[in-house]
């Protein structure tokens, strides 16, 4: 098995067209931004660089990300920003949601991603067409997670199918010195358990999964470029590396978040193209 090379941001800046950034673990933390990501960023500006940041985050709308990320000094517009609630305008056209009663577990952004895609809010405790869990955070966890787990029971108690929907399948992401925090995938797999556990004779009681590493996400930002000579950088190889290289893009492993080891038994296609420390492995002075 061939080792992976280290590289240079300059190299992989001269190498291709357009670049696709993780948000948690590659440009910030929970806590605030990284170092390297807004010079970078900057100087990406200046060249007139294409790059998106590509997020499995469904708790902010891209307009809300911008200003969030605008205030931590990078300098991002929504207009660069796809998120995986984004996707949920596509499967609910697909599938023909339009309309349809929706319990949305997260803040008022991910409930906005909700209400763009065509479905109507409700609360966790009325009957519903469809389940989203947008994120882990924004309402009392317990009292909503039980009150949306009895009533979806109560609908399949009467047959009533419900969708299960999952923007966001990280399980965990960084936070500040090196801790690690419970992402909303992690609250899906708690449903599919007590799923599980309720209706054992049961499959089809799973949350689809829509953002990294599924291709709709990287369909979407090659529907946005133009074109598929695109890198990716990530810090979690089971989503950000193991989607790109999947959807046949080269990946770069970002020593900054969760995977900071490639697995010995990972399949060489999934593996990354390149690994580097962190986006200040090359001095700011190149940049400039």
Same mark, same amino acid.
């Given at each position: ?13 001269a ?10 673990g ?18 990406l ?16 709308? $891209? ?10 000094? +990078? ?9 995986? =609630?984004? +996707? ?10 339009? =309309? ?5 577990? %997260? $803040? ?15 609360? $966790?405790?009325?009957s ?9 955070? *924004?309402?009392p966890?317990?009292?909503t997670?039980d009150?949306?787990f ?16 999952? $923007? ?6 960084p936070?500040?010195?090196? *801790?690690? =925090? !419970?992402?909303? *995938?992690?609250?899906?797999? !708690? ?19 829509? %953002? ?13 470029? %133009?074109?598929?000579? !695109?890198?990716m950088? *990530?810090?979690? !190889?089971?989503?950000?590396?193991? =989607? ?5 893009l ?34 700011l002075e190149?940049?400039?």
């Amino acid at each position: 098995m061939e080792s992976i090379p280290e590289t240079t941001l300059e190299a992989l800046i001269a190498r291709y067209e357009v670049l696709l950034f993780d948000a948690y673990g590659v440009l910030v933390t929970s806590g605030g931004p990284l170092p390297g990501p807004a010079p970078l960023l900057t100087h990406l500006n200046r060249l007139g660089k294409p790059y998106y940041l590509l997020t499995n985050d469904a708790s902010k709308l $891209p307009s809300s990300a911008a200003r969030h990320y605008q205030s931590y000094g +990078l300098p991002l517009t929504a207009e660069r920003i796809i998120t995986s =609630g984004d +996707l949920l305008s596509e499967y609910f056209a697909t599938h023909q949601l339009s =309309g349809a009663r929706c319990a949305v577990l %997260g $803040p008022e952004d991910s409930a906005q991603f909700v209400v763009q895609a065509g479905g109507q809010v409700v609360p $966790p405790t009325a009957s519903f067409e469809a389940l989203i869990i947008g994120d882990e955070s *924004g309402f009392p966890f317990l009292e909503t997670v039980d009150a949306a787990f009895s009533s979806l029971c109560h609908q399949l108690d009467r047959q009533h199918p419900v969708h299960l929907i999952l $923007p966001n399948p990280d399980i965990i992401y960084p936070t500040p010195n090196q *801790g690690f =925090g !419970m992402a909303s *995938g992690s609250v899906a797999l !708690m449903f599919e358990a007590a799923l599980q556990a309720r209706y054992p004779e049961r499959t089809d009681l799973q949350f689809v999964r829509l %953002g990294k590493p599924y291709a709709a996400i990287f369909a979407a930002a090659l529907r946005r470029s %133009g074109t598929p000579n !695109m890198l990716m950088f *990530g810090d979690q !190889m089971a989503t950000d590396i193991r =989607g790109a290289r999947d959807f046949g893009l080269d990946a770069v492993l970002v020593g900054t978040g969760v995977s900071d080891d490639i697995p010995a038994a990972t399949p060489d296609h999934l593996r990354p193209t390149y690994r580097l420390r962190s986006l200040v492995s090359t001095s700011l002075e190149s940049l400039k």
